[in-house]
């Protein structure tokens, strides 16, 4: 028999992807997987007019022709569901890059530079955290006009904070390591340091605020166009949908609603999934328990 330690661990245990944060995880990944197919190859497949109505099929319950059922317009509800989330998917995605961009420059010139900078630089990260995001990406989007620009600013200028609090606080905590200071006394800048031995050990966890970022943007441009401040009305947008179907909730058209509503919950809990899964391989603690 082969010794147990030439085997690789993979062979040792082939089920080892049954446990139960790794099923959850490839759940999420399938699920996420579905919904970027079906999202990229809708309108190949089932393109969609975003101005066209049907005044004859108004409010129709579900059925085999309408799955999902009609709009108060007549519209497919679920063929503008898989439109709406290729748009909210794309601005929550795009916002939450800005932000893990904004966020990681504060908390890499805090947690670099240090002293007076950290310290002005952090209270402007608590002002801001402070104030209500809703609130303050409406004052946001309300300085400018309705459209997909102002959307992906007003949630990127609202949800950096997280990014830049964990930039810092991994920055200063690697600043102590003994291979920064060998880096320093061979002659490295505080440039060279920072690009070459800190950001490639901050770059993980900072992927991994900007997924878990997604579903708060999406969350955020939903709520945006539900009170009419995000896209514009007549585009297909989860927001949007939910905006027009409390209208047809007033004739019992309960299906209006939910199909939208149930897409970002679906959503929302799957990247939550794979970002928390990702998160404890990031932990060494429960990286070393996962590797027995």
Not at 13 to 18: E, H, N, V
């Amino acid at each position: 028999m082969a010794d147990k330690a030439l085997v690789p661990r993979a062979a040792r245990r082939p089920l080892r992807w049954l446990r139960p944060g790794t099923r959850g995880a490839t759940a999420a990944g399938i699920v996420l997987t579905a919904v970027l197919v079906a999202c990229l190859l809708v309108p190949l497949i089932w393109p969609l007019d975003q101005s066209a109505v049907a005044l004859d099929r108004i409010n129709q319950p579900p059925s085999w022709t309408h799955p999902a059922g009609t709009d108060d317009l007549g519209r497919d509800v679920a063929h503008r569901t898989l439109y709406g989330l290729r748009v909210s998917l794309l601005v929550g995605a795009v916002a939450a890059l800005v932000a893990a961009l904004i966020g990681g420059a504060v908390g890499a010139l805090a947690g670099t530079v240090g002293g007076w900078t950290d310290r002005i630089l952090m209270r402007i990260v608590d002002t801001v955290a402070a104030l209500p995001h809703l609130l303050l990406g409406i004052f946001i989007v309300a300085m400018l006009r309705p459209s997909l620009g102002a959307v992906v600013l007003s949630i990127g200028l609202t949800h950096w904070l997280s990014t830049a609090r964990i930039v810092r606080a991994e920055l200063l905590s690697l600043r102590t390591r003994p291979f920064i200071d060998a880096a320093i006394a061979g002659g490295a800048g505080r440039a060279r340091v920072l690009t070459r031995h800190l950001l490639p050990h901050v770059l993980p966890r900072m992927a991994l605020a900007t997924t878990l970022m997604i579903p708060h943007a999406v969350w955020h441009e939903t709520a945006l166009s539900f009170l009419g401040l995000g896209l514009p009305p007549h585009l297909a947008s989860l927001g949007n949908m939910i905006n027009d179907g409390q209208r047809s909730l007033l004739t019992g058209a309960w299906w209006a609603s939910l199909t939208p509503g149930a897409a970002i919950v679906v959503v929302t809990l799957a990247v939550a999934a794979l970002a928390a899964h990702w998160r404890d391989r990031l932990d060494p603690r429960v990286r070393a328990e996962l590797q027995l």
